[in-house]
């Protein structure tokens, strides 16, 4: 039986957005094994990383942890997890490797870049973008258009990591629609009954408008700057809000005392990670996401699929999802007063959120899990013929 291995730097990423790869490549008949880092990293719960590996082990997918860093001055855990990655690939003799991630990525192509095996790259985000800094494009730009030269298909998730990877003219590029999202999960139909218990046990009064945002708590998801835009609308307006964040990191310490020097902390909680969000969406008026660097976001695309309005930051990715006044407001970074109007825009008129969450629901119809599956069943049938 032909051997499959998915390859990336975390197990979340694997559990969140590859799951449908696999199932499509073992009812293809081939035998999936998952090699990535499954205790460092992740971005989601240990609980789940672990609930995610008794999953693979039902599904009789054997699975390798390699110790594969989050930075790549890591030398040290860098080259242990390239001689792992050579030690694993030599004892199964894999048909395909389908990688994930810029540095688990990079350590995969490097270490097994001689050997006689196709290699797909979904570059969910290069670390390279417009608006990058000088330095990501000095570093990061050259190591991907080398090795691309190892890589017999990069698959690209945005218009423009798409222009980027074409540029590099040493494999074949595609686009597609993201990961996929499995949009009949998301609809607003929770009974009152559900959605007054949430409410009630997020303390969320009547007439008070529900804001959210979703993702890792790091300096990259930017959620200081929705910050200190709802405390200026809150200094000048009477607009009764309360604006959650879903989601872990290593900023959340720190966010939580930034809200509290503001005295924002009635208005603005932190719910850490969550496996409600499908019913946090269900509740709420507003989804924001202001991130500094995006790929495609799949928060984006859930709460897209729920019918909500979106204010997003003008980057890639967001600008790819989000239509300008049409599914919601594209702001630019760092521009305080430029979102402050915006976000005050949306939170005041209800008849363009309602506008802006039925063109969402509409336009995601695109970025459906039938859609994307359908072109990976495509590209796995082309790529081992």
């Excluded at 694997?14 to 790869?21: A, E, G, Q, S, T």
């Excluded at 790929?295 to 984006?300: A, E, I, N």
């Excluded at 008129?349 to 509409?362: A, C, P």
Aim: include cysteine.
């Amino acid at each position: 039986m032909k051997k499959i291995l998915f390859y990336s730097t975390v197990a979340s990423q694997i559990d969140l957005f590859n799951r449908n790869n696999i199932m499509i490549l073992k009812k293809m008949g081939y035998e999936v094994h998952v090699a990535c880092n499954f205790n460092d990293g992740n971005v989601t719960s240990k609980q789940r990383v672990e609930q995610f590996k008794k999953e693979l082990d039902e599904c009789n997918i054997k699975y390798f942890n390699i110790p594969i860093p989050r930075n790549i001055f890591n030398f040290k855990l860098i080259s242990e997890s390239y001689n792992l990655t050579k030690k694993i690939y030599f004892q199964n003799k894999y048909d395909l490797i389908h990688c994930h991630s810029p540095i688990g990525s990079a350590i995969c192509r490097l270490a097994l870049r001689n050997v006689d095996t196709k290699i797909i790259y979904t570059a969910h985000g290069f670390h390279f973008f417009k608006g990058a800094p000088i330095y990501n494009w000095l570093i990061f730009y050259p190591i991907e258009k080398y090795l691309s030269k190892f890589t017999d298909l990069i698959i690209t998730i945005n218009k423009e990591d798409y222009i980027n990877a074409v540029n590099f003219k040493k494999s074949k590029v595609i686009k597609i629609n993201g990961v996929g999202i499995d949009i009949n999960k998301f609809n607003k139909n929770n009974s009152r009954e559900k959605n007054s218990l949430l409410k009630s046990d997020l303390e969320i009064v009547d007439n008070q408008l529900v804001l959210i945002s979703t993702g890792e708590i790091n300096k990259n998801k930017n959620h200081k700057e929705i910050i200190d835009a709802l405390f200026a609308i809150k200094q000048k307006f009477e607009i009764k809000f309360k604006y959650f964040i879903c989601g872990k990191g290593p900023l959340e310490e720190k966010l939580k005392e930034y809200i509290n020097s503001l005295d924002l902390s009635k208005e603005i909680s932190l719910l850490g990670y969550r496996q409600d969000i499908k019913e946090l969406l269900s509740i709420s008026d507003l989804f924001i996401f202001p991130s500094k660097r995006e790929g495609l976001s799949l928060s984006l695309m859930e709460a897209m699929a729920m019918g909500l309005p979106c204010l997003v930051s003008d980057v890639r990715g967001n600008r790819d999802l989000i239509v300008d006044n049409h599914g919601g407001k594209i702001f630019t970074l760092n521009i305080h007063d430029e979102l402050i109007q915006k976000l005050y825009q949306l939170m005041t008129n209800e008849k363009d959120r309602l506008n802006y969450g039925d063109f969402n629901k509409n336009r995601i119809e695109q970025y459906s899990t039938k859609v994307i599956d359908k072109e990976m069943t495509e590209i796995y049938k082309n790529i081992l013929l």
